[in-house]
């Protein structure tokens, strides 16, 4: 039987922006809903597939997140310790972070009805457990700003998405079906031309919410907007976010937003696969991340150091560290460790990771082909740099920085002398791309004459939100707040006339 041509609301994508974006349509009241996926069903999910999904969202503490996790024991419950993280505090982060560039009306849209949208998805069935603690004296920290995530991690959390959508909700997905043309001009849009293995057809709707991520995946694109060598990065995430919808909204009209010479990279295993790092199977993420530099030094081909290890918690600079890699020679660099960091590893323990060790820095330098001289006198510099007033504090900002040296390290500047001594290659892995469409506080997409283009809206990745960097665990935020604002704009414009 050929698919229906007509329908209420076309979400384009099949990750977790798209997933949300139709479950709220229909639950605003759209009669047929239709999903288009590009990747075949085995492979469709986007991004999430490869994540722990973090939410970082307003709350007021450990009695609203109790809420989240009734069956947890109640002795694990009282001893962890979970700070409020208040409107203010992610208005700073996102400020912060994006060198106050984001948008303030998006940014106040985005924190304002954060907790809304994850309270949403939780009065919809996605059932959700604390992220990673660490044990200090009995206590049980959470990381900064994020503190829970779904059972199961992105798999799992698609899996439960899919149920309410597809089993509970009526909405219908189409896998294999790529969108290649919008019909439609700046003013108003009414369908798509959709490609399957077996031909095309166009598939007509009042609304449609483009939810087709960013231009990670398409190295032409990369290497256009993000910059030298930018085509040579990893892809942590789907191979199918190529961007074409992307330049089809660009091509209608529709007015480009965000950092388009910006993405989220991050630091990366040198080893990691060219796209699709694996997440690891019991939900807690991906398995190639290199995120424990703060507890030692990275220096590039040359044995330079080039970036401040210690500027912040790893929540708030890993997102830019990536790009910092890619700059160097061969767009590679190492992290060095002495034993006293490796004990400190949070990420670097759960995974195998392409290493090398060595008893001393000098042969350790030959090992991974580097100049022992230079490398040598960078880490002596560094050594003798490093403050000793100071008492180290590894879970907080503790002000023990190194003097007189740049680049600095402002926080957890410990010397490297206790060998043996390792070193874990690295470059750069992207996220997403920064650039996309611009879109108002309703999830509708505007066009380059400011006007909202009728019927179009956007959520997810393929929106222009960030600059330059981004606070760990905000994307999916992201996807449930303009999702969640798309499916009941979307349904409400069905009904207006
Ligand atoms: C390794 C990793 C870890 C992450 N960890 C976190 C985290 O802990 N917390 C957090 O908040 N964020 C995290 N993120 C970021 C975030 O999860 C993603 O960026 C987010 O999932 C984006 O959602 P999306 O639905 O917009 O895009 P995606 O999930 O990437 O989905 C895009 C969809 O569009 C489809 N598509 C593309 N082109 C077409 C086309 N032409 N026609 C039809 N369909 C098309 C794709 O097949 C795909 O299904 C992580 C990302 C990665 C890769």
């Given at each position: 039987m050929s698919p229906a041509t007509r329908c209420d609301v076309i979400v384009i994508g099949g990750g977790s922006a798209a997933l949300e974006a139709g479950i709220a349509a229909r639950q605003a009241g759209a009669g047929s809903v239709v999903l288009l996926e590009k990747a075949p069903q085995h492979e469709s999910g986007g991004n999430a597939q490869f994540s722990h999904v973090g939410f970082r969202f307003v709350h007021s503490g450990a009695q609203e997140l109790r809420q989240f996790f009734p069956a947890l024991d109640e002795t694990i419950f009282r001893r962890m310790q979970i700070p409020v993280y208040t409107r203010q505090d992610f208005i700073d982060d996102l400020n912060r972070v994006t060198q106050s560039r984001i948008d303030p009306v998006l940014a106040e849209c985005l924190v304002d009805n954060s907790n809304a949208a994850v309270t949403w998805m939780r009065d919809i069935g996605i059932v959700w457990e604390p992220e990673k603690m660490t044990e200090v004296d009995g206590k049980l920290y959470l990381p900064g700003g994020h503190h829970i995530h779904p059972i199961g991690g992105g798999p799992g959390m698609l899996q439960q998405l899919r149920d309410i959508a597809f089993?509970?909700?009526?909405v219908e997905i189409r896998y294999e079906s790529r969108v290649r043309m919008m019909h439609g001009n700046e003013r108003k849009v009414d369908g798509v031309r959709v490609s399957t293995p077996d031909g095309e057809y166009d598939l007509a709707a009042r609304a449609i919410i483009v939810c087709s991520g960013g231009f990670q995946a398409n190295t032409a694109m990369r290497a256009r907007y993000l910059g030298a060598n930018a085509d040579l990065m990893k892809v942590r995430g789907s191979k199918h976010n190529t961007g074409e919808v992307l330049h089809m909204l660009l091509d209608l009209g529709v007015r480009p937003a965000g950092h388009w010479q910006g993405a989220h990279m991050s630091p990366i295993d040198l080893k990691a696969p060219d796209v699709e790092t694996p997440a690891m199977s019991d939900g807690r993420?991906?398995?190639?991340?290199?995120?424990?530099?703060q507890f030692g030094i990275t220096v590039n081909a040359l044995g330079e150091r080039f970036f401040d290890e210690g500027e912040a918690k790893h929540a708030y600079t890993y997102a830019k560290t990536g790009r910092a890699v890619l700059q160097q020679p061969g767009g590679i660099a190492y992290q060095l460790y002495d034993q006293t960091g490796i004990d400190l590893f949070r990420h670097g323990r759960d995974y195998p990771a392409t290493m090398v060790e060595a008893p001393t820095l000098a042969e350790l330098a030959v090992k991974i082909g580097v100049e022992p001289e230079p490398l040598l006198r960078t880490v002596e510099n560094f050594n003798a740099a490093c403050r000793t007033d100071v008492a180290f504090m590894p879970?907080?900002?503790?002000?023990?920085g190194t003097r007189g040296i740049g680049p600095r390290k402002s926080n957890w500047a410990m010397p490297l002398t206790r060998g043996p001594f390792r070193a874990y290659p690295i470059t750069a892995g992207i996220t997403f791309s920064f650039g996309g469409v611009q879109v108002d506080p309703q999830a509708r997409v505007i066009n380059t004459n400011l006007q909202p283009v009728e019927g179009l809206f956007a959520s997810g990745d393929i929106i222009g939100l960030f600059f330059h960097n981004y606070p760990s665990c905000t994307g999916q935020t992201r996807n449930a707040v303009f999702s969640l604002l798309a499916g009941r704009n979307a349904s409400a414009l069905l009904k207006r006339n």
């Open positions: 089993n509970k909700s009526g993420g991906n398995s190639m991340n290199r995120y424990d530099y879970g907080e900002l503790d002000g023990k």
